[in-house]
């Protein structure tokens, strides 16, 4: 069998142990070693350039190259050993990697706890705090003020947009280049998600990294919102509204990618999604996704989850199956 056999095999047994288990909760956790990489650099490339706005922008630049130099060579170095010491301890250790970029399963505990607790115990105001304290763990946004409608809103986002920086771009990443391919692909996502904000300390420090995170995510986040239209004809959801509000609403974002999947889910749902958030105190405008066609509820967030995971499923078969017909194009099958 052939190494790119034996990847394939990996990614399909990595995306298996997500699903059964999602990530551990774990300061160790590889991706919060990443993150701790990204701090450390952070520091270390500020004091090297002056604190001026092309100053900033290039100590970005260097610790976001550096990175990911670091975060895609580990894996690099320990899958080159692992497949030298015999081939299926190299299997093992990448589907083991490859667990570790996924998140599918935790983005669906973390959020279904969120209508946990807004049901749960309690008078109406304990339910609402509960939920806002829920949805806390997995957003960026403020959620002190939020209302219910505004919490159950925010759950249904994050499901949306992670599934595609979370499962369908994680997936293509690995079936084309392995267990390190997705680390190379995560510590792009994770430092847009540290450096990214538009606010004083990181306007011109994150813009680097920001824009690389946009390219990395162009091509996945345009795949992973059509495989969430096929989803929700699957689920039973309105996949023909959901590609009228993909293709009238995907671009009514910041970022050319985060509003892709989030439309999908809208016109899927008959919701209206995104609007004014506020951000470390700051009330940022944004424009509304979706049409206002009935009030979300909390089952939408299990309807999501639902779709996300159907989605995930496709991307991996479509992704794998690709891969499979051009190994066998090529004669390395």
């Not at 394939?8 to 993150?35: E, K, Q, R, T």
């Not at 899958?79 to 570790?100: D, H, I, K, T």
């Not at 004083?200 to 091509?219: I, Q």
């Not at 996300?308 to 390395?332: E, P, S």
């Amino acid at each position: 069998m052939s190494y790119w056999m034996g990847s394939l095999l990996a990614v399909a047994a990595g995306f298996v142990l997500d699903l059964m288990f999602g990530d551990p909760n774990s300061a160790y956790h590889p991706i919060c070693l990443i993150g701790y990489l990204i701090a450390w650099m952070e520091k270390q490339t500020r004091r090297l350039f002056p604190k001026t706005e092309k100053g900033e922008r290039l100590a970005g630049a260097v610790c976001a190259l550096l990175v990911v130099l670091v975060s895609t060579g580990g894996p690099v170095l320990l899958l080159v050993l692992s497949y030298r010491v015999a081939f299926w301890l190299g299997v093992a250790v990448e589907a083991v990697l490859c667990f570790f970029v996924l998140a599918a399963k935790t983005l669906k505990k973390e959020s279904m706890n969120v209508g946990l607790a807004l049901q749960t115990g309690g008078s109406a105001e304990e339910r609402l705090q509960a939920g806002r304290k829920a949805v806390a763990r997995i957003v960026g946004r403020d959620t002190q003020k939020l209302s219910e409608k505004g919490v159950i809103k925010a759950a249904v986002e994050t499901v949306a947009e992670n599934y595609s920086d979370g499962v369908a771009a994680p997936l293509l990443f690995l079936i084309l280049g392995g267990g390190a391919a997705g680390f190379f692909y995560k510590s792009i996502n994770t430092m847009d998600s540290m450096l990214g904000y538009k606010n004083e300390k990181y306007r011109n420090f994150g813009w680097f990294p920001a824009h690389l995170d946009d390219v990395a995510n162009y091509l996945p986040a345009r795949l992973a919102a059509l495989f969430l239209i096929a989803a929700a004809a699957v689920c039973g959801q309105d996949a023909r509204g959901a590609w009228k509000i993909f293709k009238r609403d995907r671009y009514k974002h910041a970022s050319p990618n985060s509003a892709q999947t989030e439309a999908v889910a809208a016109g899927a749902l008959h919701v209206q999604l995104a609007g004014d958030a506020w951000y470390f105190g700051e009330l940022h405008k944004k424009p509304f996704i979706g049409d206002d066609l009935r009030q979300i509820e909390i089952e939408d967030i299990g309807r999501i989850n639902r779709m996300m995971y159907v989605a995930a499923v496709l991307a991996l078969l479509v992704f794998g199956g690709l891969k499979v017909a051009v190994l066998a194009a090529v004669g390395i099958l």
